[in-house]
Structures are given as C-alpha cells and as structure tokens.
C-alpha cells in the first residue's frame, strides 16, 4: 500500500535540447512510432457479408474509388470512403455454383465471383472481370448518375482472370487492349501472358517462357513517346519463377521481370500469335547474409516526368516461411532497358545428360537482335512489323527468352531490409520538402496488418511510423495511393481503410516533429504546431523548423516554465514516476540531483516509468527523466520526490489507504482531494491555481498513454495528468484537455476543511 500526494497542475520540463555529442545511429529500422489503430481516424469501410476487399481502381476523374470485393462491387467517395455512393451485386449462378463444387472445389469458399480485374477504358466504362466459381468472366461496367451497371453481356475471361480465387496475377490496360498474366486452365498449369483483341497474342506454353510463375505486377511504359531510336512502348512483367540458372538440386525460385512490346503482332511463320519481344531477366534484390534469392511480392511504378525517370520499387521477401525477412529495392527504367537491349543471352547446355543448366550464349546473335521492339534500325531493314521479322530472329527468342545479365537494383543494395515481418505491399509518393528537395516515401503493407512509413535519406533508412490498421492483424492485401487526394487506400480480407499520406498532428512538440524527419511535416514557429508543408511555409523558411539530413533540433525553442511536480510518499512504500518518450528510437535516462540512476535493488528502470521500491528517506529528491534520441537529449519531466512526515493527520491518510488499492498507480483520487483540498485551503483567495489554467494548451498537446484507458480514468478520476506526463504521442489529446477541465472543478467545488499542510509550488524560484 501506499499514499503519494500529488499535486494536481501538470507541470513538466522542457529544457531546450541539448547536443550531448556523438554519432546519431545510421540505419535504425525500428519504426519511430507505432501508431495504432484507434488513431487512424476510423476511416475503416466494410459491409455487412462481404469479405475479400482486394481489388481498386481510383477513379479520381468521377471522385470514387471502384472497389471490387467477393461477388459485389463498390463505389465510395474518395474523400471519406464511408460513404458509400454505390454497389452492385455479381453473385454466381446456382448452376455454375454447381459446377465448380462437382469439379471437387469447396463450394462456399472457391465457387463464389471474387472480383479480380477492375481498369477503365477510354470510353469511360469499366472492364471487370471475376473468377465466377472457377469460370473466369468479364463483364463492361458503368457509373453513371450515381449508380453503378454491369452490362448484361458477359465475357469469356479465360487467361484475362485466375480461375483459381488464391492465384496472383497481373493486368494492365493499354489502349483498350487488357494485357493479362495469369493461368489459363482450371487447374492453374498453364501459366500465361497474353493481350486480347480481336487476334490474341500470348507467351509460348513452354517452361523456357515460364516456369511455374508466380505474376505480381504488370506495368505500361510509354517509350513509343520520346524515343529516338523510334522505339515502342513496353509492358513490363514482374514474377517469380523456378530458376534454371542454378546448380541446385532443390527448387530453388527466383524473381523476373519481363517485357513484351505494344506493338507485337506475333510471327508469321515462327511464333505465330506469340510474341516475337517476350524476354525476361532476373530480377536481383542482393542481401549478403542471404544466399537464395529474394522473391517479389508486389511492385510500384514512380515516374517523375517523362518515361526515363521511371523508378519500381519493389518488395520482396524471403522463400522460406520459416524466417520472416523483407527488403525494398528500387530498379531505374534505365537500367532495366539496358539490360534487354543490351545484354548476352542465356542458353539451356545439358550436363552430365539429365540436368539442364543455362549458361551464357557466346555465339552469335541474328539481326534484328532477337525480342527487340520494330525500332528505326529494323526499319532500315525495311521490318515495319513483327510479322517481318526473319525466321532466325523469331527461333533465337522462342528457345533463348532468358537474359545472361540481371536487373540489379539502384545501389546494387536494398533501400530497406526488415527482419521479424513480412512486407506484401508497397506505394511510393513524392513528398516536397520545406527547401523545396523532392523525397520518395514508401508506404509499405504488411502481412501483420499495418503500414510502415519510410523514407531513405542518401542510404539512411528512416521508418517513421508503423501504423497498425487491422486488428486482429489481417495481411494488407492491396495498396493505391491518390496524389490529388493525398491519401492511401488499404485493403484486406475483411475491410478497406483510407490513410492520409501525412498526419503532422500526430507529432506533438517540436521536438518530436523535427526528429521524425517527416518530409511532409515541420514545426511552425508562428502556430506553434507541427503543420504539413505548403507553398505558404516555404515562403517564410525561417519561421518552419525541418531537418531531415539531421533531424537538428536546435531551433526549437525552449518552453518556458520548468517546473518539478511534487510527490510525497510514506516510507516503506513503492512509487512509480511516469515518463515515456515519443519515440520507440530514445533512450529514457532518470537521474536523481542529477546523478545518473542504474537499476538497483530500489530502482526499476521500465519502458514508460521508473519504479522507487520500498522507498525511504534517501529516496527523497529531484528526480529528472530525459530521452536521448540521435544526438539531442531532451528532458521531459521533473518531480521533487518528498517523504511524508506529517503526523497531525494520519486519520486522513488511514482513509486514504483503505481506499487506495492498486499498488502501482501513482495517484488516487483522494490523494487529489486532500491535496485539493490543502490547496484551496492554504492558497484560497491569492492563489488561483494559475498553471491550471495557463498549460491547458500545453496539456492538450501532449498525448494520454495507452495505459490510461477509460476506465482507469473513471476510476480514479483525476488521477492522470501527474501520471501520465509524458505519454507517448498518438493518442486523443481532447481526453487530457478534459481532465484537466475535470481538476479545475475538482479544484473549485471540492473540500473546505484540509487538514494537511501541503506545500504547492508554483514558483520556480523555489525549486
Ligand atoms: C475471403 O475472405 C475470407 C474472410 O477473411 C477468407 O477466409 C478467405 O480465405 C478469403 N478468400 C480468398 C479467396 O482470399
Ligand atoms: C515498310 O515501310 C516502308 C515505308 O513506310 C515501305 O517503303 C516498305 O516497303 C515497307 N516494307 C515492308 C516489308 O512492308
Ligand atoms: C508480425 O507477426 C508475426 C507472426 O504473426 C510476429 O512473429 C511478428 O513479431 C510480428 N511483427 C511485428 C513487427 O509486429
Ligand atoms: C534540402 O535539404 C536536403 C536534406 O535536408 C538537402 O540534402 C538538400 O541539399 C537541400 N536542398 C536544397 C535545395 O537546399
Ligand atoms: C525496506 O527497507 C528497510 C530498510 O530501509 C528494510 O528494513 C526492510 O526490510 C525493507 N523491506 C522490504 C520489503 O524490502
């Protein structure tokens, strides 16, 4: 048992950060804040029955986001996707329902419509296809005056969309033709990449072209545009696939990318309806300690300005489940037609009989080179069409897609390399500094059910917030990102959340929003608050604190009114004194008349507090916690621990013990009356309890703890504003606004007879 007075103004220290020297930690990869999911706004849509909410197409020209889900699809407002503008059911037939479960498929989890494939078209109609109970169909859609039509006439939607509901795959839509990878039969054996017009053009149904593939992302670059070489535009692949390259006896997998040209109409003789440009290359994301390769999982395409500029980023992870390991890596366009264009090819050499291995082809190459795209120096040769193309360049492909050389990534390393989670997903957006300096944030998904923030400042990985969406935890299974709205798009299994890029509102003090080197966010010196960066900061710099290179807190300004909170104990008895940093990256330091505390039989060093136990005399005295992030020290609060000694009074105390019974809470509610009551008393008249009222702000800006749910609240009533001084971000601010509304009644209709002499402080000159 114990009995702490507390006196009830929430008084905490800010002196100006301090350098303390040396050298801020290089490539931290925990997340700076976890940010949980009670705090992202509750922007959640799910509809009541429907599940699988895995398919998007942002449609920013009509203000919705096209949702596709299992056997319905929505549209919502893209500014609060809980509203829900319209929807329109795609159930599956009895018969076909049928069907597929005689065929052996489970009939109410396989045999539904998942919605698959969701493009616009020029026309301003919608394609849409779903896997319909292993019968893949397409179907046009439209959104017009609010509601959302499926054309009644449906489409075969065999290697446009998985039969299988489980299966990847990719799309693309270019010009009006669906580009598709995805497998062809029901047993999903036969892997392909085809473009359906009026004449189909798809891969050879060879293992040389793909073997056993994994697809993932498909991508249309516009090389036709600019060219000078008058080249045409690509659809790049991006997959996973058995290697061949490898001395392994064991499977081994690996990643590709692959690419066909737009303008492929096939072969005349050789490969006829097939494309005469698939090559593919291998897809590296080096990792040192990591021998197999990575596998990709998903694919993002950032370009700044014209197709050249184009960056994917990618996110892979490890092929064993067994060990969770994820990295992002970034691929220029550059690099990646370099490769195609440029480098030797691979040939299928047998040895020793059985085993086939690919090595590199030394001989010679035909001309036109093999897989090229009909280019001005095929032009020259009078090829103005594959269909020209001579037999020797079409049999070279067929039997030798493989590049000798890799893609390899910017860097030859990862951006990002994660152990302990595995990444599935991945946005890039472009933020503009407050010195006007672009910077790529990655948005990454993860099969925990959270998005990590992240950015790489020149080889220094930075993850600022993991942000936790489902609970309980639900693999994010699709990610789209709006520019114009500023704002993510997540999808799962069971729900859809909508996120904005920046939440600046999260960081509380200058401190914490400096050293979040949030290219988005800055401390404005004139508000007083962490703002997302517009034009307007960027015309006065000197009044907005950001340091991303550094995250150089210097400029912050000191907040006045240093002052200790004071604690009495009794001898004999445990006390908790509350301090918990802003970020998962600080070191909490405790010092008592500033000497530095280690754990000890009496001291207990805890992640959001330190524990006096079975205090005694020596216990008594000013106690400061500071947290030591990169290189800035920063103290949080102070508190002038005191033992008890009054005597005159121990009725009251007795009281106060019988109620009291939670033996870590530092303060209860009648400790609060009493000294409420002492202070009224004593003060009555000159001392209006000033800081009350002059640190409501500076209270509503700091965060109440996890810890401090509801009902603790209830229970002890006032009890938190001492405890919690130094909570850590995220949280509602409005609920410290009103407790300490709540203590300024407390302070104002409570007691007239204290009996305690209680001395308050108030002034600094006294400490
Ligand atoms: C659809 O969602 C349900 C509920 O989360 C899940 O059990 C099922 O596996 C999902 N189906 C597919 C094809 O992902
Ligand atoms: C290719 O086009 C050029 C000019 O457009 C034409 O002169 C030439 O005959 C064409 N060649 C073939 C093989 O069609
Ligand atoms: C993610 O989930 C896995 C297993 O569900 C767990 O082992 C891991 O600690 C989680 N990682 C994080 C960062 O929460
Ligand atoms: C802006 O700041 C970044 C990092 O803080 C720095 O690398 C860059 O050089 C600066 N750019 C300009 C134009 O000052
Ligand atoms: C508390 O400290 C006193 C001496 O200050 C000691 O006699 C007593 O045994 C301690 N009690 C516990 C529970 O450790």
Avoid at 701 to 709: A, K, L, M, P
């Amino acid at each position: 048992m114990m009995l702490l007075l507390a006196v009830l103004c929430v008084l905490y220290v800010w002196s100006p950060a301090t350098l303390i020297g040396g050298q801020g930690s290089s490539t931290n990869i925990i997340p700076r804040k976890k940010v949980p999911r009670s705090s992202n706004g509750g922007h959640l849509f799910r509809e009541e029955g429907v599940w699988n909410y895995t398919t998007m197409l942002l449609r920013e020209d009509l203000n919705v986001l096209i949702l596709g889900a299992r056997e319905t699809i929505f549209a919502l407002d893209l500014d609060d996707i809980t509203v829900r503008k319209a929807m329109v059911n795609w159930p599956v037939t009895e018969q076909k329902q049928k069907e597929c479960s005689i065929k052996g498929k489970d009939a109410t989890n396989d045999c539904k419509n998942y919605v698959r494939i969701l493009h616009k078209r020029d026309d301003d109609r919608m394609y849409v296809c779903g896997t319909n109970a292993f019968s893949p169909t397409c179907v046009y859609m439209s959104y017009v005056s609010g509601e959302l039509k499926l054309d009644n006439k449906q489409e075969d939607g065999k290697g446009k969309c998985p039969f299988d509901p489980f299966q990847r795959y990719a799309s693309e839509m270019v010009d009006g033709a669906l580009y598709s990878a995805t497998s062809l039969n029901f047993l999903g054996s036969d892997p392909v990449m085809m473009r359906s017009t009026d004449e189909i053009v798809r891969t050879d149904f060879t293992r040389t072209w793909l073997n056993e593939p994994n697809f993932v992302h498909m991508a249309h670059i516009p090389e036709g545009d600019s060219s000078p070489e008058g080249d045409d535009d690509k659809i790049y692949l991006f997959f996973s696939e058995t290697a061949v390259e490898y001395d392994s006896f064991s499977k081994v997998d690996v990643s590709r990318i692959a690419r066909v040209c737009k303008g492929d109409m096939g072969g005349l003789r050789t490969l006829q309806k097939k494309w005469t440009s698939f090559l593919k290359a291998r897809l590296d994301c080096p990792f040192l300690k990591i021998n197999l390769p990575l596998l990709v999982q998903d694919v993002f395409q950032l370009c700044q300005d014209d197709w050249t500029t184009c960056i994917f980023y990618a996110v892979f992870t490890l092929q064993l489940d067994s060990s969770e390991y994820s990295a992002v890596c970034a691929y220029k366009i550059e690099d990646i037609k370099m490769v195609f264009s440029k480098s030797k090819f691979k040939t299928p050499v047998t040895v020793e009989t059985s085993f086939v291995k690919w090595v590199m082809y030394s001989g010679e190459v035909p001309d036109p080179r093999p897989g090229a795209c009909i280019d001005n120096h095929a032009r020259e040769k009078s090829i103005n069409k594959s269909l020209d193309l001579p037999d020797k360049t079409l049999q070279f492909i067929r039997d030798k897609p493989l590049m000798d050389q890799a893609v390899k990534a910017i860097g030859q390393r990862p951006l990002l390399v994660k152990t302990g989670i595995a990444f599935t997903r991945i946005v890039v957006a472009t933020a503009t500094a407050l010195n006007g300096s672009s910077h790529q944030v990655m948005f990454i998904g993860t099969k925990n059910g959270s998005v990590l923030k992240a950015v790489n400042y020149e080889g220094e990985m930075v993850i600022m917030e993991e942000i936790q969406l489902f609970e309980p935890s639900q693999p994010i299974k699709i990610l789209r990102l709006s520019n114009t709205k500023q704002k993510l798009y997540v999808g799962s299994e069971v729900g859809v959340v909508q996120l904005s890029i920046s939440e600046c509102g999260r960081y509380h003090t200058c401190l914490d929003c400096v050293l979040a080197r949030d290219p988005y966010c800055g401390w404005d010196l004139k508000e007083g608050q962490c703002s997302t960066i517009n034009s307007i900061h960027r015309t006065r710099i000197s009044t907005v604190i950001q340091s991303l290179s550094d995250g150089d807190t210097s400029r912050c300004p000191p907040i006045g009114g240093s002052k200790p909170v004071n604690i009495w104990f009794i001898h004999g008895n445990s006390v908790k004194l509350w301090c918990q940093p802003y970020s998962n990256l600080a070191q909490v330091h405790w010092k008592v008349n500033g000497k530095l505390i280690r754990p000890s039989d009496t001291f207990q060093i805890l992640s959001d507090s330190l524990m006096i136990l079975n205090a005694s005399a020596e216990a008594s005295g000013y106690y400061t916690c500071s947290s030591v992030e990169r290189k800035y020290e920063a103290q949080h609060v102070a508190y002038d621990l005191q033992m008890w000694s009054g005597s005159g009074t121990a009725a009251s105390i007795h009281d106060v013990k019988e109620k009291e019974n939670t033996l870590v809470a530092m303060v209860v509610i009648l400790s609060l009356i009493l000294a409420t009551l002492v202070i009224w008393n004593l003060y009555k008249g000159y001392l209006p309890l000033p800081c009350c009222h002059s640190r409501v702000k500076d209270m509503a800006n700091r965060n109440v703890d996890e810890s401090f749910s509801a009902s603790q609240a209830q229970q002890h009533k006032v009890a938190s504003p001492t405890v919690n001084l130094n909570s850590n971000n995220n949280y509602a601010n409005n609920q410290r606004y009103s407790i300490s509304r709540e203590t300024d009644r407390l302070s104002t209709t409570v007691g007239s007879s204290g009996q305690i002499s209680v001395r308050y402080r108030d002034d600094e000159s006294e400490i």
